[in-house]
């Protein structure tokens, strides 16, 4: 009877295991889907020093910021396509694929213009982007985040 119970016990949890494995996905897998950014958490994680300047610009700029991040829509393809569509309709289309150990999301334009952003944070409910500054361009936000829609 002992044997019996050590074997029910072991079978048991190589079943759990066996099933939470099987549960996660691959990160190509979690990312394939419809992200919807999230503009408050998006602007609240803004750095001391942006959030200044952007304190300080006139509210019909801000407005306009907003308009252009908020309930902005990036769909991920499971063949690799990648559409992101703005608040204002437009949309931009491409391909999309991780690069450097599922670190680092290359989105493609349709010219083959190869645009890199470091995934921070990527689950089957939230994905974090980590943009970088362009030259001596700054951006507002250097973090994106997204809920899977």
């Keep these: 009877m002992k044997v019996f119970n050590h074997l029910l016990i072991t079978m048991i949890l190589c079943i759990g295991f066996g099933t939470h494995a099987i549960a ?14 999230d503009y408050n958490a998006t602007f609240s994680k803004m750095e001391m020093q942006m959030k200044v300047i952007f304190d300080s610009i006139p509210q019909s700029q801000k407005s306009t910021i907003e308009k252009n991040y908020r309930n902005r829509t990036m769909i ?3 063949n690799g396509n990648f559409r992101q569509i703005f608040p204002d309709g437009r949309a931009v289309n491409g ?3 991780l690069e450097q150990n599922a670190n680092t999301l290359v989105v493609i334009d349709p010219s083959g213009n190869r645009y890199f952003q470091r995934i921070k944070e990527l689950n089957d409910f939230g994905l974090v982007l980590k943009m970088e500054d362009s030259g001596d361009s700054r951006l507002f936000v ?5 809920t899977k829609n």
Excluded at 142 to 146: G, I, W
Aim: charged share 15%.
């Design 24 to 37: 996660q996905n691959s990160p190509a897998e979690s990312l394939v889907g419809t992200w919807v950014l």
């Design 95 to 97: 391909s999309w694929l």
């Design 142 to 146: 250097k973090e994106l985040y997204f």
């Design 76 to 78: 991920f393809d499971a």
